[in-house]
Nanobody, 119 residues
Framework: QVQLVESGGGLVHAGGSLSLSCVASSTTFTINAFGWYRQAPGKQRELVASIRSGGSTNYADSVKGRFTISRDIAKKTVYLQMNNLKPEDTAVYYC?????????????WGQGTQVTVGS
C-alpha cells in the first residue's frame, strides 16, 4: 500500500555533506509526515529527524545544527540534508512514514541506504 524508496547514501569524509531523498508512493494514503531513522552495526535503530504533517520538525540531539529534514508534498518526497558529517553518523538510514487512520496506526519503512563517514 505504501512504498518508500531512498537514495543518496554513500561514502564521504568527515566534515563532508550528503543529501538523502525518499520518494513515497501510495494508492491508499496521503503521506505528509515522515521520519529518518538510522541503525549502526550492533546498535538499535534510532530517530534522526522527523517532520509532522503540519510541518514541525524534530531532531536527535546528536544531529541538531548539522542535519535538516524537509519535504516536497507535491513530489511526495522527503529529504535529509546532512552537513559536517562525523564518523559516528555512519549507519544505514531508513525513511519512515507513519500513517494514522481512524482505527489503526501503520508504520512503513524504506529499504535503507548506507551512509559511511570516513575519518
Amino acid at each position: 500500500q505504501v512504498q518508500l524508496v531512498e537514495s543518496g547514501g554513500g561514502l564521504v569524509h568527515a566534515g563532508g555533506s550528503l543529501s538523502l531523498s525518499c520518494v513515497a508512493s501510495s494508492t491508499t494514503f496521503t503521506i505528509n509526515a515522515f521520519g529518518w531513522y538510522r541503525q549502526a552495526p550492533g546498535k538499535q535503530r534510532e530517530l534522526v529527524a522527523s517532520i509532522r504533517s503540519g510541518g514541525s520538525t524534530n531532531y536527535a540531539d546528536s544531529v541538531k545544527g548539522r542535519f535538516t529534514i524537509s519535504r516536497d508534498i507535491a513530489k511526495k518526497t522527503v529529504y535529509l540534508q546532512m552537513n559536517n558529517l562525523k564518523p559516528e553518523d555512519t549507519a544505514v538510514y531508513y525513511c519512515h512514514a507513519p500513517i494514522e487512520t481512524m482505527k489503526h496506526h501503520y508504520d512503513y519503512w524504506g529499504q535503507g541506504t548506507q551512509v559511511t563517514v570516513g575519518s
